[in-house]
């Protein structure tokens, strides 16, 4: 049954959060990720401790992780442009205690352990998980390294195991991505033995 225009409700836009995720690859090997998120109202704002004119940001906050080519946090920048107390900067300097973790499996819960409740900002925190995936984005199909052929049916280093359901160690993408390998092994091993793989799969895209 085709709805008419008239049973549409009318609405009117009440609040805007943006969120932009950006990865750049450096001259020094390691990659940048950067995240930012904006939070602006149509309407005036009185909050507790200021008010905030209509199109102003009620937040503006920014993430740069580094890391490298194995997803290793190298280094976190965290920035608290504009928040909705004088208080929410004096909790950045607790992302710096990502340095050493791993994108990938187990993230979100590496997260919520380090920095949950009262230990993190809720904003900054949610940031990290577009974050996460925009490092995968960045690196995918970018990196190649020498390595030993490998058995087409090990996929343990790919960092898409299991994080989804499309990615599910027993899927087809799974399955594609064995295929994949195990032709590359055939058809460009050397005579030792030795190919070119891509540790992050163009199969993943």
């Known amino acids: 049954m085709t709805t008419k225009n008239d049973d549409v409700p009318a609405r009117r836009l009440v609040h805007t959060r943006r969120i932009v995720c ?24 009185d909050l507790l401790f200021k008010h905030v004119q209509a ?55 590496e997260i919520k352990r380090r920095l949950g409740g009262a230990q993190g900002c809720t904003h900054l925190s949610e940031l990290l998980g577009p974050l996460a995936t925009t490092a995968i984005q960045t690196l995918m199909g970018l990196q190649r390294k020498a390595a030993p052929a490998r058995d087409p049916s090990a996929t343990r280093g790919h960092p898409m195991i299991n994080t989804c359901h499309a990615w599910r160690q027993d899927g087809e993408v799974v399955a594609v991505t064995r295929g994949l390998r195990a032709r590359e092994n055939h058809t460009s091993a050397p005579a030792d033995g030795r190919c070119e793989v891509d540790s992050l799969s163009d199969a993943s895209r």
């Open 22 to 45: 950006t990865g750049y690859a450096r001259n020094d090997g390691l990659f940048d990720i950067e995240a930012n998120m904006l939070d602006t109202k149509t309407h005036d704002s």
């Open 55 to 109: 199109g102003q940001p009620i937040h503006s906050m920014t993430l740069v992780v580094t890391i490298d080519r194995d997803l290793v946090i190298q280094r976190v920048e965290a920035r608290t442009e504009v928040g909705p107390t004088p208080y929410c900067h004096e909790i950045n300097a607790a992302y710096e205690g990502l340095k050493g973790v791993t994108i990938g499996p187990g993230f979100n819960r």
